[in-house]
């Protein structure tokens, strides 16, 4: 649906104004949201996991939610055409003091979010940076799946923006080491704090119960001594704008405060914004070493 819908919608951003263009992957959106039914589902089953929300929460967050699903992949199409002026007007930033405290630091800045593509537009465009360098995991395996020309349109795609660049790395050469030598360099660093191929995990409380984190970000924080900056995003339907939320620089003493931090501002965030959740492929409740309930998640 991604590849055909790129070569039906991709040549109207030369010819059709940003919010025309918007209006009408609004339209595709409320069109779409029926056969979005599997992610409904998983979306809904996430909140009855949680316990947290009432039905009729849920049902008005799946309803704004599903609808706005498809909004970041058209948005995809875009790239190459973002402005400031664009971006100023359909990109609210929440916490803009919190990203000059944390660059404030002159030690580099560890950017965690949970799933978020657009920063990598909006952050150039509003000034926030000057350079964006994608790392890519190579994996010779995917080169004839429908997975892998995805990915190369999402590549070709960023790469029209000039801010935008790539280094590409073979699976299972030492991502780490990059990481650690842009940071110690004074770099933003932007990693994915979701996940289910880490090596290692932490389980810090969330919504009554525990929840698994990748342990490299925070250990690379207490190491380094780099504070990670939460960053979160998602559309706002009501007002027509993509938001990101900034959270408060988190620099603690070991990996396991600066997860239990991470992950308290995530449920602010999820709190005030809960259709973000319909952006999430999976979380389900798994049993740990000790018998504990934990949540495991990945994005999309």
């Keep these: 649906?991604?590849?055909?819908?790129?070569?039906?919608?991709?040549?109207?951003?030369?010819?059709?104004?940003?919010?025309?263009?918007?209006?009408?992957?609004?339209?595709?959106?409320?069109?779409?949201?029926p056969f979005y039914y599997k992610r409904?589902?998983?979306?809904?089953?996430?909140?009855?996991?949680?316990?947290?929300?009432?039905?009729?929460?849920?049902?008005?967050?799946?309803?704004?939610?599903?609808?706005?699903?498809?909004?970041?992949?058209?948005?995809?199409?875009?790239?190459?055409?973002?402005?400031?002026?664009?971006?100023?007007?359909?990109?609210?930033v929440e916490g803009k003091e919190h990203f000059?405290?944390?660059?404030?630091?002159?030690?580099?800045?560890?950017?965690?979010?949970?799933?978020?593509?657009?920063?990598n537009a909006a952050f150039p465009c509003l000034g926030y940076v000057k350079k964006i360098c994608s790392i890519v995991i190579l994996d010779s395996s995917e080169r004839l799946s429908v997975s892998r020309i995805h990915a190369k349109i999402r590549e070709r795609l960023w790469e029209s923006l000039e801010t935008v660049s790539y280094t590409y790395l073979n699976r299972g050469?030492?991502?780490?080491?990059?990481?650690?030598?842009?940071?110690?360099?004074?770099?933003?660093?932007?990693?994915?704090?979701?996940?289910l191929h880490a090596g290692k995990f932490l389980s810090v409380p969330f919504f009554g119960k525990k929840i698994q984190l990748p342990t490299g970000i925070f250990k690379l924080s207490t190491l380094l001594g780099v504070p990670i900056l939460p960053?979160?995003?998602?559309?706002?339907?009501?007002?027509?704008?993509?938001?990101?939320?900034?959270?408060?620089?988190?620099?603690?003493?070991?990996?396991?405060?600066?997860?239990?931090?991470?992950?308290?501002?995530?449920?602010?965030?999820?709190?005030?914004?809960?259709?973000?959740w319909t952006g999430w492929w999976r979380m389900k409740l798994i049993k740990d070493e000790k018998g504990e309930d934990v949540f495991q998640i990945h994005s999309i």
């Design 1 to 33: 649906m991604y590849i055909i819908s790129f070569i039906i919608f991709r040549p109207l951003t030369y010819v059709i104004p940003f919010r025309t263009y918007l209006g009408l992957i609004k339209i595709l959106s409320y069109l779409t949201s």
């Design 40 to 92: 409904k589902h998983i979306a809904k089953s996430i909140f009855l996991l949680i316990g947290d929300f009432s039905t009729e929460q849920i049902n008005t967050v799946l309803r704004e939610g599903i609808t706005n699903v498809s909004l970041f992949g058209f948005m995809d199409f875009y790239l190459g055409r973002w402005r400031p002026d664009i971006c100023e007007k359909y990109v609210l």
């Design 100 to 119: 000059q405290q944390a660059l404030a630091e002159k030690r580099g800045v560890l950017l965690a979010f949970t799933h978020s593509n657009t920063f």
């Design 173 to 195: 050469e030492a991502v780490s080491l990059k990481v650690r030598s842009m940071l110690k360099e004074g770099k933003i660093v932007a990693i994915s704090a979701d996940g």
């Design 231 to 276: 960053l979160f995003s998602g559309f706002d339907g009501k007002k027509s704008v993509f938001r990101v939320w900034l959270g408060d620089p988190i620099l603690s003493r070991t990996p396991e405060e600066a997860a239990e931090a991470f992950i308290d501002q995530f449920q602010q965030h999820l709190r005030k914004y809960p259709s973000h």
